[in-house]
């Protein structure tokens, strides 16, 4: 099974502030990564996928990097309704997610 | 606008089988090239996938469940539906339905049901 490592488990920044959210995998999963956001009592919602391409209707402001192991969600201006969990998954072998990291208002 | 909808019993009873449906509306389940996913998340964890069906009827399940699944498909009612058999309160969860391409490179979820939460208690 391919273990995803997300960091930090909670991050607290301002609004306005940029947030930057880690995401490594235990083997390589290539480019085929996927961010999640979710708010309480919803489902999550896709944000990212193919590590850097935006699901259709996502602002701007989300963008994702990296390939192999190492991946990174950055929130360039963060905005009130931002303030969720986030997940990474890979969809290399199987799937696995994350974790999650709790993305709070400072 | 594809929408994916669960149902089922909110409640079972420990060692008996939690039965789950998922209605997909907005699109049809047999067209396209696309796997139907059910995962799990117990309150205040993370995900966990648990298995899919392809719309060729295919399955695959997560190893660490996989001799209690069973993912079936009725194309007549655009549903697929999960079986998950002797139960415990560790299956305790919001259980969503979910669905993702069948090429490596756009298996993410791209649509989710709302979750239904199940409980396993006497």
């Known amino acids: 099974e391919i273990v995803m490592t997300q960091s930090p488990a909670t991050l607290s920044v301002s609004p306005g502030e940029r947030a930057t959210l880690s995401c490594r995998a235990s083997?390589?999963?290539?480019?085929?990564l996927a961010w999640y956001q979710q708010k309480p009592g919803q489902a999550p919602r896709l944000l990212i996928y193919?590590?850097?391409s935006r699901a259709t209707g996502v602002p701007a402001r989300f963008s994702g990097s990296g390939s192999g192991t190492e991946f990174t969600l950055t929130i360039s201006s963060l905005q009130s309704e931002d303030f969720a969990v986030y997940y990474c998954?890979?969809?290399?072998?199987?799937?696995?997610f994350g974790q999650g990291t709790k993305l709070e208002i400072k | 606008q594809v929408q994916l909808q669960e149902s089922g019993p909110g409640l079972v009873k420990p060692s008996q089988t939690l039965s789950l449906t998922c209605t997909v509306s907005?699109?049809?389940?047999?067209?396209?090239?696309?796997?139907w996913s059910w995962i799990r998340q117990p309150a205040g964890k993370g995900l966990e996938w648990i298995g899919r069906?392809?719309?060729?009827?295919?399955?695959n399940y997560n190893p660490s469940l996989n001799s209690r699944v069973t993912i079936s498909v009725d194309t007549s009612k655009n549903q697929f539906s999960l079986k998950l058999s002797s139960v415990t309160a560790a299956d305790t969860a919001v259980y969503y339905c979910?669905?993702?391409?069948?090429?490596?490179?756009?298996?993410?979820?791209?649509?989710w049901g709302q979750g239904t939460l199940v409980t396993v208690s006497s």
């Open positions: 979910a669905r993702g391409g069948d090429t490596v490179v756009t298996a993410q979820f791209d649509y």
């Open positions: 907005g699109g049809s389940i047999s067209s396209g090239s696309y796997y």
């Open positions: 069906i392809h719309t060729s009827g295919g399955t």
């Open positions: 083997q390589s999963v290539s480019s085929n």
């Open positions: 193919g590590a850097s």
């Open positions: 998954q890979q969809y290399n072998y199987w799937y696995t």
